[in-house]
C-alpha cells in the first residue's frame, strides 16, 4: 500500500466499514497508476488527492446523505469526482458517471472495476444525450450554472426519496453572487469550512438547487 494514507477521510468520515476504508485506501495507487498514462489530475496534485478531491467529493455527503434506491448523475466526471467517493461512501445508491472525454471514463471504469463498485455504471456521453430520470445530478465545477443547467433539465425524477427535494448539488469556489444572479436558479450556498478545517476549502461551496 502506498504510503499515503486516507487518514483526512477518517478524521471526518469515523463510521466506514472496514470495505469502505480498504476501497479508500486503495485510490492513491490505481489514481497515481491510471494519471501516469491518461492525465484527469494534474500531476502536482496528486500527493494532495485525499484532500483536494476525495475529500472535497465527499462534501456532498456533509450536506446530503444518499438513501438506498435513489440514482445520482455525475456530469462531467473527469477521473471520477465527485461519482467514485460518494459510491464508495453509499453502496446502495446508484451512481451514473458521464463524461465527453472517452479517455476519462476508461479510467472511471478502471476503478470502479478494481474497487469492486456494483453501483457504478460510467457512460462515453454528453449530459444532453441522457434521457433517464435522477435523484440528484452532482457536479464539480464543470462549468458555469448558466450553460451548465441546460444540460441536465428535465432529468429529475418526480419522486422525493430524501430529506431534501431532488436537485442538483454542485461543488464550486470563490464568488459565485454574480454566476447564481447570471444563472436566475433559485440556489443555495452551503461553505465547506463549515464542514472542514482544512484551509482548502475556506473558500468553497456545495450549490444546492431543488428542481
Known sequence: MSEIKPDIILKYFKDL???QIAQFAQLYDL????????NVISRKDIDEL???HILHSLAIAK???FKAGERVLDVGTGGGFPGIPLAILFP????H???SIG???KVVTEVAAALGLQNVKAS????????DKYNFVVSRAVTRLIDFYPWIRGKFAKENKNAISNGILYLKGGDLTEEIKESKLKAELYPLSAYFEEEFFDTKFVVYIPQ
Open 17 to 19: 466499514t472496514a470495505q
Open 31 to 38: 489514481y497515481s497508476f491510471w494519471n501516469a498514462q491518461i
Open 50 to 52: 485525499y484532500e483536494r
Open 63 to 65: 450536506f446530503c446523505s
Open 92 to 95: 446502495e445508491t446508484d451512481f
Open 97 to 99: 458517471l458521464v463524461d
Open 103 to 105: 479517455k476519462k471514463i
Open 124 to 131: 462515453h456521453l454528453r449530459a444532453e444525450q441522457i434521457t
